[in-house]
């Protein structure tokens, strides 16, 4: 079965901390993907970044920064020098596996709400 | 702007109503893929649609069904609706029916149920 963890329920933080919003998944797919999603408190689903399962190449985009690691199942979202417009819950997602029949469905986690005090 | 809309934007109705959400995918993108959001059970995959035609179910009850139209647009239908039918339904929209697509999402219908 496949699934997508995402233990850290809220994380609260001041203005300018660096901080990182952890994702572990479940697959036995040998190629899968995995992405990001922003909601911010407006409520529209934000894509972020894909990543497949054969790139395991850090990615930083500006503030954000991406780090996945195939060994340990996990796809780590870094926000650094956050800002109060940060604020949002966070989705990592898993593209559904060819068993069962689904075709590219997501497995979102339960999500990371993330606040950024001024 | 993801370029998916999705329309109402609110919907308030009664137990046992049934309502039509509708999606608009961006251009050119061939597969639309419905969700609900809901506080206990997240968001969770209900039906995927390519090109017309059914391609995917997820944990969609049997009170819903969906369809895609010739023009692609499609249109959730929610019936006999109960208070647990409350929720943010998503609408996504991908170029084909691929792994490999970033499905981007609409705006959401907020449903409420009283």
């Known amino acids: 079965a496949q699934k997508v963890t995402q233990a850290q329920t809220e994380i609260s933080v001041v203005e300018k901390e660096d901080v990182t919003l952890d994702c572990v998944y479940e697959t036995r797919d040998t190629t899968y993907y995995l992405f990001w999603y922003k909601q911010p408190p407006s409520g529209e689903l934000v894509f972020l970044i894909r990543r497949n399962s054969f790139d395991e190449q850090n990615e930083i985009s500006g503030r954000y920064s991406w780090n996945f690691q195939k060994s340990t199942s996990s796809f780590n979202f870094t926000i650094t020098a956050s800002q109060v417009v940060d604020s949002a819950v966070y989705f990592c997602?898993?593209?559904?596996?060819?068993?069962?029949?689904?075709?590219?469905?997501?497995?979102f986690g339960k999500g990371t709400k993330l606040s950024v005090k001024p | 702007d993801s370029g998916v809309t999705q329309t109402p934007k609110h919907l308030i109705t009664a137990t046992g109503q049934r309502v039509t959400l509708r999606c608009s995918p961006r251009s050119g993108d061939l597969s639309v893929y419905w969700y609900q959001q809901s506080l206990d059970q997240g968001l969770q995959f209900l039906i995927q649609?390519?090109?017309?035609?059914?391609?995917a179910k997820g944990n969609i009850l049997e009170r819903f069904s969906a369809q895609q139209f010739p023009d692609l647009h499609s249109e959730l239908n929610l019936s006999s609706l109960e208070l647990g039918d409350s929720a943010l339904y998503f609408c996504?929209?991908?170029?084909?029916?691929?792994?490999?697509?970033?499905?981007?999402f609409g705006p959401g219908t907020r449903l409420t149920v009283l």
């Open positions: 997602a898993l593209s559904g596996g060819w068993d069962g029949g689904s075709q590219g469905n997501l497995i």
């Open positions: 996504a929209s991908s170029p084909r029916t691929s792994r490999t697509d970033t499905q981007y």
């Open positions: 649609y390519y090109n017309g035609e059914e391609r």
